[in-house]
């Protein structure tokens, strides 16, 4: 006479995993390092100039609509990217389209965006900027533009090239943003 030991095994096993010591872990966050603001001069091969994060590299714009003005202020460790464009002003109607492409391009987040707030600012050096902060999950949390509307239009706009949320976001978004101000604070205009 066989005595069969498998069914006994098994149940013994299945008993044996209900009674675990799981402890439930907490939701994950992403750990920021945030660097004190410092900052350097752009080079003088554009027709503008501003300081920028010294914990950031400057690196050409290699998009296949790019102009040489055109530069990317990268963020290596938060995998950020500041697009900045560049525009010299011809007449009334070519500073006409710019503002129309800047504002196409903030209102074409209005799919995912649960929020956007548009103000005007006066920088100390008397440049006006527009600048608008998009809530939600968007691709771009911070875009702006300024110009002198007779020979320049400059625009910029945050990314983050990552699949993290916004809201997880929000420390490095903040610290972008100040170095974003100070940008638009020390812009000059070349000749």
């Not at 929020?115 to 006006?128: L, W």
Request: proline share 5%; with cysteine; net charge negative.
């Amino acid at each position: 006479m066989k005595i069969n030991f498998l069914p006994a095994i098994f149940m013994a096993v299945v008993f044996m995993a209900c009674q675990s010591d799981y402890t439930p872990k907490p939701k994950g966050y992403n750990r920021f390092d945030l660097p004190e603001h410092a900052y350097t001069s752009l080079s003088d091969t554009l027709p503008y100039s501003f300081e920028y994060s010294q914990h950031a590299r400057v690196l050409a714009d290699t998009s296949w609509i790019s102009d040489k003005s055109w530069i990317e202020i990268n963020y290596p460790e938060y995998k950020a990217n500041i697009h900045i464009t560049y525009k010299k002003v011809y007449n009334q109607d070519s500073l006409k389209g710019y503002l129309d492409d800047a504002y196409f391009l903030t209102a074409k987040h209005q799919i995912k965006a649960y929020a956007i707030d548009e103000s005007i600012v006066k920088t100390p050096s008397g440049k006006t900027v527009v600048y608008a902060e998009l809530e939600g999950e968007v691709p771009s949390q911070f875009q702006w533009y300024t110009t002198d509307s007779t020979e320049h239009f400059l625009r910029g706009a945050l990314y983050f090239n990552t699949q993290v949320q916004n809201d997880s976001l929000r420390p490095a978004i903040e610290y972008v943003k100040v170095d974003i101000v100070h940008m638009m604070n020390s812009l000059k205009w070349r000749d």
